[in-house]
């Protein structure tokens, strides 16, 4: 399946990243690229659906040349529907750097509706140099304080572009497990660099944090719990701010 979603960037010989080719399909909308900071791109991303509903097969595709320098930016959270007695909706994101190329991959929160189903897959290709930091994170909602029955399977596997395994996880969740008590949780990867020096800094009190090495030199990731979905999104924010400034000047 082709993705809706195919963005590919280059870099010109003035050092600016632009955006070479472009497929935005429904339920997709972007805007043009604004210029950020060395001449990069910064883009912004939402969708016009409304949210993931049951039965729908998304994908999104981010390929960055050598040196490219992109954030992509979801400004609003994406609400996880049921529709009727479809199948889980599925979506997968793509993102492939080249050499020396940065990626900065900032969404908000999956908000998980009561009936919500949804399998995600991200794959991702490091190339040598690269650094690559996104992401990912829900939150389950209850309106009316209603029983809230959900379910999430996802996957995150990180390979050299040779196609070598780096990384990889795979992670289920679903309303009533012990271990989402919580109820928002999400996590930070920091791809293409070694684990701090110094632990991450607690945002606020409430927030649970820890830090992990990946396998394979590929990097570290940042887990983070929460009672309510809102602290966890700032928590996401404030804290992929402080990776995001151990990055080197590119």
């Known amino acids: 399946m082709n993705p809706q979603l195919d963005l590919h960037f280059a870099r010109d010989g003035a050092g600016r990243s632009l955006l070479t080719r472009r497929r935005a399909g429904y339920p997709f909308g972007l805007a043009a690229p604004l210029r950020g900071p060395r001449g990069g791109a910064v883009v912004m991303l939402q969708s016009i659906s409304g949210g993931l509903y049951g039965g729908e097969r998304l994908g999104q595709r981010l390929v960055l040349a050598e040196g490219a320098d992109v954030r992509l930016i979801q400004p609003a959270a994406t609400p996880v529907r049921r529709q009727g007695e479809a199948a889980a909706a599925r979506q997968s994101i793509t993102l ?22 949804l399998i995600q897959d991200w794959e991702v290709v490091l190339a040598p140099g690269a650094r690559l930091l996104f992401w990912e994170g829900f939150a389950a909602h209850a309106p009316g304080k209603a029983a809230a029955a959900w379910r999430l399977a996802g996957r995150v596997s990180i390979r050299a572009p040779g196609g070598r395994l780096l990384a990889a996880e795979r992670m289920t969740a679903r309303s009533g497990d012990a271990a989402c008590a919580y109820g928002a949780f999400g996590k930070i990867w920091c791809l293409g660099g070694g684990p701090p020096r110094e632990p991450p800094p607690v945002p606020s009190a409430g927030i649970y944090c820890g830090v992990s090495a990946l396998p394979g030199g590929a990097g570290y990731v940042i887990a983070l719990a929460a009672r309510e979905g809102g602290r966890l999104a700032d928590a996401l924010e404030s804290l992929a701010g402080w990776a995001e400034a151990l990055i080197p000047a590119g």
């Open 96 to 117: 492939e750097t080249g050499a020396g190329a940065r990626l900065i991959y900032a969404t908000r929160p999956l908000i998980l509706l009561p009936g919500a189903a």
